[in-house]
């Protein structure tokens, strides 16, 4: 069974810094990729960054050159550093894991964490 957790969120000031952790656990050598989705009130769950198993990333445009996503084999944890945060960047933040080479789209993800809170206040 696969288990993902993420931490690390909270509230911070706009043009500071969050790192977001998913430990995850179980069947962990069958992803293809892992990710980060954010969904904030009334708004849908949208894609952020994704990682493969060879260490590709990829950003939404949104956060390019502000995110950074990251992975260390040995613990089966990923990372997401967010830096220069803006209040549209206030979200429930979501780690997620695919099986499939599809990484950008969201129903292609069948584990996925419980979420943290990301606040950033202006």
Known sequence: QVQLVESGGGLVQAGGSLRLSCAA???T???YAMAW???A???ER???AAITRTGSTYYADSVKGRFSISRENAKNTVYLQMNSLKSDD???YYCAAT???HWRSLNQYSYWGQGTQVTVSS
Do not use: E, H, L
């Open 25 to 27: 656990s179980g069947r």
């Open 41 to 43: 009130p009334g708004k």
């Open 29 to 31: 050598v069958s992803f």
């Open 46 to 48: 949208d894609f952020v």
């Open 90 to 92: 206030t979200a429930v």
């Open 99 to 101: 099986m499939s080479g």
């Open 37 to 39: 989705f954010r969904q």
